[in-house]
């Protein structure tokens, strides 16, 4: 057996890799892809769903992970206190996001991953962040978190989830599709600006 301890800085996540096999083990490297993973920490499994989603389309499940786990990472951060953050960090605040600050948690976390996690691969800092809008032509693995926020466990503010859960596992195209629109409606009944970004994705999606 091989057993090794992943450290990460406090309030990361920290992994255990455990290799072990009828052979020797002689090479002291780490798990990239795992034929069983535990969690310890509960709140982590409302994000690892995402590992099936990106499991049924190829994606690289290191970096699932990593993006899944972290994609949220600014939002203990009130209006005031992410507006203060973007703008400490010169962070690019829009109109939009003035009126509506809990967008910038999509774009703090992404600094934040780099900065204070020491995620340095640029794919998962961008799959950060998009979580929330989206975009047009947007990687497999920026939709695959995209459409992995909306699906949480945990959420059930649209009627639609149950069929969109289903979308997300036999066409993802779909679901983003069916999340755009369904948000779009919603929207058109809020008082909240509308993020340009969300209509230029959904018009690229339709």
């Known amino acids: ?7 990460k800085k406090s309030g990361a996540m920290t992994t255990s890799h455990l290799r072990f096999g009828k052979n020797p083990i002689k090479a002291p490297y780490l798990i990239t892809s795992a034929d069983f993973v535990a969690c310890h920490h509960e709140p982590f499994l409302h994000k690892i769903d995402l590992l099936a989603v990106a499991a049924k389309y190829d994606i690289d499940m290191k970096k699932a992970y990593l993006a899944g786990l972290l ?3 600014a939002k203990y951060m009130d209006d005031k206190e992410s507006v203060e953050y973007c703008k400490k960090h010169k962070i690019e605040i829009s109109d939009v996001e003035l009126d509506n600050p809990s967008l910038l948690h999509a774009k703090a976390g992404a600094y934040m991953a780099q900065k204070r996690f020491e995620v340095e691969d640029m794919d998962i800092c961008s799959a950060i962040r998009w979580h929330t809008t989206g975009r047009p032509n947007m990687t ?3 939709m695959i978190i995209f459409v992995a926020d909306y699906i949480e466990p945990n959420r059930n503010q649209d009627p ?11 066409n993802i195209d779909l679901a983003t599709l069916h999340i755009y629109e369904n948000t779009l409606k919603h929207l058109e009944k ?10 230029e994705a959904y018009c690229y999606y339709s």
């Open 1 to 7: 057996a091989y057993f090794v301890y992943d450290s």
């Open 71 to 73: 994609h949220d990472c």
């Open 140 to 142: 497999d693995l920026e």
């Open 160 to 170: 639609d989830l149950p069929t969109i859960r289903k979308e997300a596992f036999e």
């Open 190 to 199: 809020s008082t909240k600006a509308l993020d340009p970004t969300t209509k």
